[in-house]
C-alpha cells in the first residue's frame, strides 16, 4: 500500500513538473507577442521581464513560511492553477496596467509553485531512497519542448495570444488539479536520521550558501543559452535567422536527454561525480562556443552545454534537502531564490559585456563560473552518504 501511494506521488508530481515546463515555455517564447499585444516598448521591457523573477523570489521565501503550516502538497494544489490562470490573463487585457497585473501575478504563483514541486521532489527522493529528482526535472523539460512547439503553432497561425492559450490552459487546468489528488511527502527514512548535525535544526546559510552560489551559476549558463543563443549565431557567426532557431531548440533536447538518464548515473557513480561531469562538459560547450569558426559548431558547444547543465539543478535541491533533513522545506526555498537571482544576472551580464567588450568573450564568463562548480561537488556528499547503498525502505507520510 505503502508503495502503491509512493508511486502513485510520483506520477503525479512528473505530471505537475510537466505543467508547469509546458506553462513557463508558453509564456517566455511568446515575449515578442506580448511586447506587440500591449505595446511595451524595448526600453520598458527589461523592467517586466525582471519583475517576474523578483516577484517569484519573494513569493519563494514566503512560501517557506506557508509550508511549514499547511505543507508544500497544499500549496502546489492552488499555486498550480492559479499559474495557469495567470497565463491566460496574460493573453486577455489590451492596458499597460493589465499586462503588469498579469505577470506580477504570475511571478508571484511560480516562485510559490517552483519551491513548493521541488519540496516534494526532494522528500519524494528521501521516501524512496535513491535518486529520482532529474527523473522531475526531465518532465519539465519535455513540457517546455511541448510548450515551445505548441506556442510556434500558435505564431505560425497567426493566432492570438488568448486564442493560443485558451486550449491548453483548458486541458491542463483539470490534469493539474485532478492529479494533486495523489500528492505525497516522504517521511524522514533512514537517510534523514544518519545525515547528522543538522537533523531537527535550522537552516544555516553558510553551509548552504555552495549550493546557493553552484544554482546562480547553472542558471546564469541557462539564461545565456535561452536570451543570447540566437544573437550569437546569427550575429557573431554568421548563420541565417532560421538557423538561427537550432541551438537553443537543441539544447532543450539534450537537457531532456540529460535528466532522463541522470538518475542512473547518480545512482551509480554518485551525485558529486555526476555533478562534476556535468559542469566540466557545460564548461567545455560553452568554450566551443566561444571559439567556434562558424554556425555549425557553435550548435554543438550548445548541444554539449544541454548535456552538461541539466543534471546540476536538480542534485543542488536534493543536495539542500540532504544536508538539513530536518528543515528540507526551508532549504529548498531558499535555495530556490538563487534560481531567479541566478536568471537576472545571467542575461544582462553576457550583454553588457558582448556590448563592452565581445560576445566571444562574454561566453568565456558563464564557462568559468559554471566551471567553479567543480570546486563545490563536494556539497553534494557521496552516493553511500545519502542513499544508504540504495536499500531503504519507502516511506510516507499523509498529505491530504
Same mark, same amino acid.
Given at each position: 500500500m505503502t508503495d502503491a501511494r509512493l508511486r502513485?506521488?510520483?506520477?503525479?508530481? %512528473?505530471?505537475?513538473?510537466?505543467?508547469q515546463?509546458?506553462?513557463?515555455?508558453?509564456?517566455?517564447?511568446?515575449?515578442?507577442?506580448?511586447?506587440?499585444?500591449?505595446?511595451?516598448?524595448?526600453?520598458?521591457?527589461?523592467?517586466?521581464?525582471a519583475a517576474v523573477p523578483i516577484l517569484a523570489g519573494v513569493a519563494s521565501v514566503v512560501t517557506e513560511k506557508v509550508v511549514a503550516r499547511v505543507g508544500p502538497a497544499v500549496v502546489l494544489r492552488w499555486t498550480q492553477p492559479f499559474v495557469l490562470l495567470a497565463l491566460l490573463a496574460v493573453?486577455?487585457?489590451?492596458?499597460?496596467?493589465?499586462?503588469?497585473?498579469?505577470?506580477?501575478?504570475?511571478?508571484? %504563483?511560480?516562485?510559490?509553485?517552483?519551491?513548493?514541486?521541488?519540496?516534494?521532489?526532494?522528500?519524494?527522493?528521501r521516501a524512496y531512497g535513491r535518486s529520482i529528482m532529474l527523473g522531475f526535472h526531465a518532465s519539465y523539460s519535455f513540457g517546455g519542448i511541448a510548450g515551445a512547439s505548441?506556442?510556434?503553432?500558435?505564431?505560425?497561425?497567426?493566432?492570438?495570444?488568448?486564442?493560443?492559450?485558451?486550449?491548453?490552459?483548458?486541458?491542463?487546468?483539470?490534469?493539474?488539479?485532478?492529479?494533486?489528488?495523489?500528492?505525497?511527502?516522504?517521511?524522514?527514512?533512514?537517510?534523514?536520521?544518519?545525515?547528522?548535525?543538522?537533523?531537527?535544526?535550522?537552516?544555516a546559510f553558510k553551509l548552504l550558501l555552495p549550493l546557493c552560489l553552484v544554482m546562480s551559476f547553472a542558471y546564469i549558463g541557462d539564461s545565456t543559452v535561452s536570451n543570447w543563443s540566437a544573437k550569437y549565431l546569427q550575429d557573431v557567426l554568421g548563420s541565417s535567422e532560421e538557423l538561427a532557431t537550432v541551438p537553443y531548440n537543441a539544447y532543450m533536447v539534450t537537457t531532456l536527454l540529460g535528466r532522463a538518464v541522470g538518475d542512473f548515473g547518480v545512482r551509480r557513480f554518485g551525485a558529486g561525480t555526476v555533478v562534476r561531469a556535468g559542469a566540466v562538459l557545460a564548461a567545455l560547450g560553452f568554450a566551443c562556443v566561444a571559439v567556434a569558426p562558424g554556425a555549425w559548431a557553435g550548435i554543438a558547444g550548445f548541444t554539449v552545454l544541454g548535456l552538461g547543465l541539466s543534471v546540476i539543478v536538480p542534485q543542488t535541491f %536534493?543536495?539542500?534537502?540532504?544536508?538539513?533533513?530536518?528543515?528540507?522545506?526551508?532549504?529548498?526555498?531558499?535555495?530556490?531564490?538563487?534560481?531567479?537571482?541566478?536568471?537576472?544576472?545571467?542575461?544582462?551580464?553576457?550583454g553588457a559585456l558582448g556590448d563592452a567588450w565581445s560576445y566571444r568573450g562574454a561566453m568565456l564568463v558563464p564557462m568559468v563560473l559554471v566551471l567553479v562548480t567543480v570546486v563545490y561537488a563536494t556539497s553534494f556528499g557521496s552516493r553511500e552518504a545519502r542513499y544508504g547503498g540504495g536499500h531503504e525502505r519507502p516511506r510516507t507520510v499523509d498529505v491530504g
Open positions: 502513485r506521488g510520483r506520477g503525479s508530481l %512528473a505530471v505537475s513538473f510537466f505543467v515546463g509546458v506553462t513557463f515555455a508558453l509564456l517566455v517564447t511568446r515575449i515578442p507577442a506580448i511586447q506587440d499585444r500591449y505595446g511595451i516598448s524595448d526600453g520598458l521591457l527589461p523592467a517586466f521581464l493573453g486577455m487585457g489590451d492596458a499597460l496596467w493589465q499586462a503588469a497585473l498579469a505577470l506580477g501575478l504570475f511571478g508571484l %504563483a511560480v516562485g510559490a509553485l517552483d519551491a513548493s514541486m521541488n519540496m516534494l521532489g526532494v522528500s519524494l527522493q505548441l506556442a510556434w503553432v500558435g505564431a505560425h497561425w497567426h493566432l492570438s495570444l488568448f486564442v493560443s492559450y485558451l486550449p491548453v490552459v483548458a486541458v491542463l487546468l483539470p490534469v493539474a488539479f485532478v492529479g494533486s489528488r495523489w500528492y505525497v511527502a516522504g517521511g524522514a527514512g533512514p537517510v534523514a536520521e544518519e545525515t547528522g548535525e543538522n537533523k531537527g535544526s535550522g537552516v %536534493a543536495a539542500a534537502g540532504r544536508l538539513f533533513p530536518g528543515a528540507s522545506d526551508a532549504a529548498v526555498a531558499r535555495l530556490n531564490v538563487f534560481n531567479y537571482v541566478g536568471f537576472l544576472v545571467g542575461s544582462p551580464l553576457v
